[in-house]
């Protein structure tokens, strides 16, 4: 589908989240996925196409994508992402991809996201939220830097149960600390309510949660993995 630039919004120094306005108005679920095509010369090995998981919610008028931005340079996908100028037509695939809530609502849920696998999880709180729509949900939110949390208003906006973990957190800084493992998360959660656990991270950190969790009796139907291919750590 086409769709136009409309805007970029600052959410960290290195975070961005970019705006845009679909040509059609288009149905997809909170926590889908969709493809971006930005041609320009002298792309890199990592081409003119990257897959994005949508932040924004079904309930809101544009689409919006959110990444980090590691480094001054980056691949040349994303340094054509930032010279981006309202007005300018791409293309989008029409979101797909089943990360995204139980149909049945009664189901407790455990929200693991690392670094920017936060992304799926805004797109679906922001939507429950718009809906009126109260789940019982426990979002664990580790990052490296507690500079690099994004969104927690509007997850406390929600009211849902909030567990934050830095790996290098500030002297002042009150909360869970070190690195997501499965003990952690296992350490974290309630069992007794038998929660559904959304994972979506970096693709080798998810990998390795899901198997470990497996390893530690955690049967795969309680658990929906979604991979980012192409960051290295959170």
Request: charged residues 20%.
């Amino acid at each position: 589908m086409n769709a136009t630039f409309d805007h970029t919004e600052d959410i960290t120094r290195h975070i961005k989240t970019f705006w845009f306005r679909p040509e059609r108005k288009i149905g997809y679920v909170a926590g889908q996925f969709t493809e971006l095509h930005l041609p320009h010369n002298n792309a890199d090995a990592r081409s003119t196409r990257r897959w994005f998981t949508l932040s924004s919610s079904p309930t809101e008028e544009l689409i919006g994508i959110t990444t980090k931005f590691a480094s001054l340079k980056g691949s040349t996908f994303k340094q054509q992402l930032q010279r981006l100028q309202p007005g300018t037509s791409l293309t989008l695939t029409d979101p797909m991809g089943d990360f995204v809530l139980p149909k049945d609502p009664t189901i407790p849920l455990v929200l693991v996201a690392a670094g920017m696998g936060i992304t799926p999880m805004r797109s679906m709180v922001k939507w429950l939220l718009d809906t009126g729509e109260k789940r019982k949900i426990h979002l664990i939110y580790a990052v490296t830097h507690l500079e690099e949390l994004v969104f927690d208003p509007l997850f406390k906006q929600y009211g849902l149960k909030f567990t934050t973990i830095v790996k290098n957190p500030p002297a002042d800084y009150v909360g869970e600390t070190g690195s997501l493992h499965a003990d952690r998360i296992l350490k974290l959660i309630d069992n007794d309510d038998t929660p559904l656990l959304y994972l979506s991270g970096p693709e080798l950190l998810i990998e390795t949660l899901y198997k470990n969790l497996q390893n530690k009796n955690l049967p795969p139907e309680r658990m929906v993995a979604d991979y980012f291919h192409g960051y290295l750590q959170f």
